[in-house]
């Protein structure tokens, strides 16, 4: 009795591992290497009709091989709904789909099935599993994040009815911030076999005043898990950030005034949009670093499952600098935490 007891509480931890948000949910699944990856949406309200060439366009922006800056891998990343959608229209229940993998090749990792990468998932992976997916690194694959973009195109359906806007963009590749140099620092070190990191920076428009707990489940703090959830996020800040930290009490408090139609307002956003913890009606900005690609074809010093060191240069098809097609992710999840929020607002009313 108290092993099956035990068996149902990791069985209930496993499935919690796999599903985000409270109301407005994602659970998803697949590997990078498998038939398919695929996710069930569920919270989604009933009635929002659904633009499939939005979500297709979503998809894109995230998709592999779309220029020789990312990974070479060609996928048409087109999702296939499965339920939840009547005639073009939300029913309200559960919104299943796949995301089929056309161009898997498992055979690029069979030289990797006993080697630790350095600073990837592959160790962790096998010590806590005993058992682990060579293939791409499996569950721990970025593919993982084409199931957060489709998911996150449904979340911003409905958030478009309500007047909510999210818009990201690459803003810092290494130490370079300018457009043109950050494009030519990628191309340099995809050529010397390296990879390189970069920030992500997202603005979120429209949010209504409220959103968020002031204890335990801050709208920040949420922000935050989600983009600390995307593969290689190593990094969260909002307003401010980590440069106010040069910045005395005086000259980062937002002032509050009243605009020409007599509502409250601030003067400025050191605070990014949210003050203890919940929206306050201001434009939510917040920022997401991403570290270097942990695989690269550079030779690197690592072991293998004996413990016995070794050499490696990683082939295969890897993106030099994950951010770049981190920006549609990074929405994708910035909508899914609004969304659930502003379900969790009507139920606390």
């Known amino acids: 009795m108290l092993r099956r007891i035990k068996n149902n509480v990791s069985a209930s931890k496993q499935q919690k591992m796999n599903t985000f948000g409270t109301l407005f949910t994602l659970t998803s699944f697949g590997e990078s290497h498998g038939p398919a990856i695929g996710g069930v949406v569920d919270g989604m309200p009933a009635g929002i009709k659904i633009d499939y060439d939005f979500i ?45 993998n056309k161009d898997q090749r498992p055979s690029d990792y069979e030289n990797l099935k006993d080697v630790f990468r350095p600073s990837h998932a592959d160790f962790t992976y096998q010590q806590k599993y005993g058992i682990r997916d060579y293939r791409g690194g499996g569950r721990a694959s970025a593919r993982e994040t084409a199931v957060r973009v489709a998911a996150g195109a449904l979340a911003k359906l409905f958030l478009r009815e309500r007047g909510i806007h999210i818009q990201a963009r690459l803003v810092q590749v290494g130490n370079e911030k300018e457009p043109s140099r950050m494009e030519e620092l990628i191309k340099q070190t995809q050529a010397d076999g390296d990879s390189i990191g970069g920030i992500v920076g997202c603005t979120i428009q429209g ?21 600390l959830s995307i593969n290689a996020c190593h990094g969260f800040d909002y307003g401010a950030g980590f440069e106010g930290i040069g910045m005395k009490g005086s000259e980062q408090n937002d002032a509050f005034t009243t605009d020409s139609e007599g509502n409250i307002t601030t003067l400025s956003n050191f605070s990014g949009g949210i003050q203890g913890g919940i929206s306050n009606g201001q434009e939510i900005c917040f920022r ?20 016995i060191p070794i050499s490696i240069s990683v082939t295969g098809r890897h993106d030099p600098c994950v951010a770049l097609r981190a920006v549609p992710v990074v929405e994708a999840m910035a909508a899914l935490v609004i969304a659930d929020f502003l379900l969790l607002s009507r139920n606390s009313k």
């Open 207 to 227: 949010c209504p005043v409220g959103l968020g707990e002031p204890v335990y489940n801050k709208l920040h703090s949420a922000l935050g898990a989600a983009m």
């Open 56 to 100: 297709q366009s979503e998809m894109q922006r995230r998709r592999p091989g779309q220029s020789t800056l990312t990974t070479a891998r060609k996928e048409d990343d087109t999702p296939e709904f499965l339920s939840g959608i009547f005639e073009g229209i939300t029913t309200g229940a559960p919104i299943g789909f796949i995301i089929r």
């Open 288 to 307: 997401a670093l991403f570290k270097p690609t942990a695989t690269i074809s550079k030779k690197q010093q690592t072991v293998n499952k004996e413990g």
